[in-house]
């Protein structure tokens, strides 16, 4: 069945840099746009970036353009969030997430535990 | 962007009621709408697709309608695993957009 385990949370200074990944497994990565959803402790969603199937496509929120980069590598069936410049309001838990319908805009229908980000000095 | 605002922000209910949760996107957004839950400690999970579209496995008290800028979840008779927190989500762009969310709680 489709799994997505996040990893590479905990605790971050002000104005460094972590790198969050996500292991697919279950499904053909390779076809699917993927997406990373991220929740302020006690807050709502916020979608925060989505790579096309291919790789050739990233957008982003505009809360994070310019400080993160999405990425993928197919080979390893993993998603990738390089969060640069980490500020408090990037404390959040982070979230993977899969598309219902594969190369097209889609609800979600699979996601993630989720890793927590605090950001902190 | 687009921007989607969910009414009401809280709700209270009781076992066996009808509600109905509105969410508006501030342009057309066709029916390019999902629905989903959230219980505490959980990642969300996927109710209603394509506005009115029921997800496999979920019960057939949730369903969606609406189509443009104005969108509705219901839930027929409100069971207790259905206290949560429900989110509507536009994908009719690429940049998506969540509702700031609707806690329902129990009356």
């Known amino acids: 069945q489709v799994q997505l385990v996040e990893s590479g949370g905990g605790v971050v200074q002000p104005g460094r840099s972590l790198r969050l990944s996500c292991a697919a497994s279950?499904?053909?990565?390779?076809?699917?746009?993927m997406h990373w959803v991220r929740q302020a402790p006690g807050k709502g969603l916020e979608w925060v970036a989505v790579?096309?199937?291919?790789?050739?496509?990233?957008f982003y929120a505009d809360s994070v353009k310019g400080r993160f980069t999405i990425s993928r590598d197919d080979s390893k069936n993993t998603l990738y969030l390089q969060v640069d410049s980490q500020r408090a309001e990037d404390t959040a838990v982070y979230y993977c997430?899969?598309?219902?319908?594969?190369?097209?805009?889609?609800?979600?229908?699979?996601w993630g535990q989720g890793t927590l980000v605090t950001v902190s000095s | 962007d687009i921007q989607m605002t969910q009414s009401p922000s809280t709700l209270s209910a009781s076992v066996g009621d009808r509600v109905t949760i509105t969410c508006r996107a501030s342009?057309?957004?066709?029916?390019?709408l999902a629905w989903y839950q959230q219980k505490p400690g959980k990642a969300p999970e996927l109710l209603i697709y394509?506005?009115?579209n029921l997800e496999s496995g979920v019960p057939s008290r949730f369903s969606g309608s609406g189509s443009g800028t104005e969108f509705t979840l219901s839930i027929s008779s409100l069971q207790p695993d259905d206290f949560a927190t429900y989110y509507c989500?536009?994908?009719?762009?690429?940049?998506?957009?969540f509702g700031q969310g609707t806690k329902l709680e129990i009356k």
């Open positions: 342009q057309s957004i066709s029916t390019w």
């Open positions: 989500q536009q994908y009719n762009s690429y940049t998506y957009t």
């Open positions: 790579i096309s199937y291919d790789g050739r496509h990233k």
């Open positions: 279950g499904f053909t990565f390779s076809n699917y746009a």
């Open positions: 394509e506005a009115s």
């Open positions: 997430a899969r598309p219902l319908v594969d190369r097209v805009p889609s609800s979600f229908d699979h």
